[in-house]
């Protein structure tokens, strides 16, 4: 592909990046990793939100997403434990102060897949955080580790757990883990913090969703879209932890939902394009009874992708024919 690249001949990445189960997405000229990133907001800021489909968006991501129902390819929290009380008691924390939430990637798609914006990688923020919280008495703090490092389906050789410990042999008292393979919600966490902090991890566009305060520190796709708060400088990140028990949240808190809402319904269902998948083969495999059914106009995501290959047009549902 760099190559291609290099001598200007189009590239068209088909296959990956569909998290909804039985869709696809595809790009020209990157991987949907570095194409989420590096897209214009104009793109899916064109599209108006009905009513029908804020509501479809919002029980997607908020509540198929958290049930491991099998909406998606790959489910973390089969069973997830989403009792408020549990969660307390596991950090062994009470509600005298208030919680702010930390969510890691698996450690090699943060290196790999992004780079560093405010910060030289993930160990640089999360050490950065982790000392400058334990200065503040006023929170408690809890790292979330992604589930995937135990549950997903290619696990970590690097955990997250055993790099912190050896960069902290003693935690601050106010700072508390919950290990990937802990079936407590990340959503319930992230509904009980005054602000959740991420890295990299694509549950910042959930968070925005929840109407929930979003702290962005990585070059992931959330940044850039209104919906959070982006960290571009340590000092900025520095003097807002240091205060965030009294920080304003609230200010611009609806635009901020508005601008997830929109971004949301174009991700998961423009973005991501729904195709006739064999959901009973182990591989994901196009589930046709006739040659017509590939016909111009009898699937809408055949349509798209054959016209952007074509026609250098974009890879969405809704897209523009070209004249």
């Known amino acids: ?18 998290i909804r189960k039985d869709t696809v997405v595809v790009c020209h000229n990157e991987t949907y990793h570095h194409q989420l990133v590096n897209e214009s ?13 804020r509501e479809k968006t919002l029980d997607y991501a ?10 998606d390819y790959l489910s973390y929290h089969p069973n997830p434990i989403e009792d408020v009380d549990v969660l307390y008691e596991y950090c062994k924390i009470d509600r005298s102060r208030k919680i702010v939430s930390l969510y890691t990637n698996v450690i090699w798609d943060a290196q ?31 790292i979330r580790i992604h589930p995937a490092e135990s549950k997903g389906g290619l696990p970590t050789n690097q955990p997250m757990l055993p790099e912190i410990n050896n960069y902290f042999k ?12 802990s079936d407590i919600s990340s959503y319930t966490l992230a509904r009980e913090s005054i602000a959740n902090i991420i890295y990299g991890t694509k549950m910042g566009l959930e968070i925005a969703l ?18 959070g708060i982006d960290i571009n400088d340590k000092e900025t990140y520095i003097r807002l932890l240091k205060d965030i028990h009294n920080y304003n949240f609230e200010a611009d808190a609806e635009k901020r939902f508005e601008r997830a809402m929109k971004y949301a319904h174009f991700f ?17 495999k196009l589930s046709f009874d006739a040659l017509e059914e590939l016909s111009e106009n009898n699937n809408e995501t055949l349509d798209v992708i054959c016209r952007g290959i074509m ?6 549902i809704g897209v523009k024919e070209s004249v």
């Not at 908020?62 to 909406?71: E, P, W």
């Not at 601050?172 to 919950?178: D, H, L, Q, Y």
């Not at 026609?311 to 969405?316: A, E, N, R, V």
């Open 1 to 18: 592909m760099k190559v291609a690249n290099k001598l200007n001949i189009p590239v068209v990445v088909i296959g990956g990046g569909g």
């Open 41 to 53: 907001n104009e793109v899916w800021e064109q599209f108006d939100v009905t009513a029908s489909e």
């Open 62 to 71: 908020l509540k198929k997403r958290n049930s491991g129902n099998g909406a």
């Open 112 to 142: 790999i897949l992004y780079q560093g914006n405010a910060f030289r990688d993930i160990f640089d923020w999360l050490v950065l955080t982790i000392e400058e919280f334990g200065k503040n008495v006023n929170v408690w703090v809890v």
């Open 170 to 181: 003693t935690l601050p008292p106010n700072v508390r883990i919950i290990p990937p393979e």
């Open 210 to 227: 929840m109407k929930k305060p979003l702290i962005v520190c990585g070059e992931t796709f959330s940044r850039n879209k209104g919906y």
């Open 268 to 284: 998961y269902f423009r973005k991501m394009m729904d195709m006739p998948f064999n959901s009973s083969s182990k591989e994901r």
């Open 311 to 316: 026609q250098l047009s974009d890879f969405y």
